[in-house]
């Protein structure tokens, strides 16, 4: 089963705007990352934050961790159509385990 | 090396059929990930070696399903009387094990049709 709930799981904005997606998650977490998807592609890494981090910048890309909800969002700054895909956050957690936990991913469509 | 390698891109296939997909990793990456995904939905994780030892099985894999990474480099994942329910996109991924966090290179996926 999946771990992550993503919201919203579509989002459609104009070219220039941002792009605000968000994740929450069950348990306890190492780490949570960001991927991209083009239709009928495979993932691509964003970037990652650490459960002891609150902020990461990586260009036109903002994550937030806040561990006490359980929540992380994703901000896309000044959108370009190139942007266009489904973003899926994915959590790695302590226990041992080294597998990525995906969430249901949201649909981004940038309209020029 | 030009990433994560799948074979075949795609694979249609009659209901009861055996399917063999392969997946060639990063060369230097000795951890290797199949996840299964389908319209619409995240990937969802099916199992994961450690150079040829398989470490982790969803229960999502049933008995149908087998993987293997005999030399610890290439990996398949055979299905097989394959059923509808199996159509999705098999998706292939490779890491550098570490002491930290373990960041993904994934493939393009094999996707599967079972008609």
């Known amino acids: 089963s999946q771990q992550g709930e993503e919201d919203p799981q579509a989002l459609s904005i104009q070219e220039g705007e941002n792009a605000t997606m968000n994740c929450s998650y069950k348990?306890?977490?190492?780490?949570l990352q960001w991927y991209r998807q083009n239709s009928g592609r495979g993932l691509v890494h964003l970037i990652l934050?650490?459960?002891?981090?609150r902020e990461k910048h990586s260009g036109r890309l903002r994550v937030t961790l806040d561990t006490s909800k359980k929540s992380s969002s994703l901000l896309i700054t000044a959108s370009r159509a190139a942007d266009t895909a489904s973003y899926f956050c994915a959590t790695q957690s302590f226990q041992g385990a080294q597998k990525l936990v995906f969430g249901q991913g949201t649909r981004l469509t940038i309209n020029p | 090396d030009t990433g994560v390698s799948q074979n075949p891109r795609h694979k249609i296939t009659k209901r009861g059929q055996n399917v063999t997909f392969r997946c060639d990793p990063i060369?230097?990456?000795?951890?290797l990930y199949w996840y299964r995904q389908t319209l619409g939905q995240g990937p969802e994780f099916l199992t994961y070696f450690q150079n040829e030892a398989q470490l982790e099985k969803s229960r999502l894999l049933s008995d149908r399903f087998s993987a293997e990474r005999p030399k610890g480099s290439f990996s398949t994942l055979e299905i097989q009387r394959t059923e509808q329910g199996d159509s999705a996109m098999y998706l292939c991924?490779?890491?550098?094990?570490?002491?930290?966090?373990?960041?993904?290179?994934f493939g393009a996926g094999s996707r599967l049709t079972v008609l």
């Open positions: 991924a490779s890491s550098l094990a570490t002491s930290g966090a373990n960041v993904l290179t």
């Open positions: 060369s230097e990456h000795n951890r």
């Open positions: 348990t306890s977490i190492n780490n």
């Open positions: 934050i650490r459960s002891n981090e």
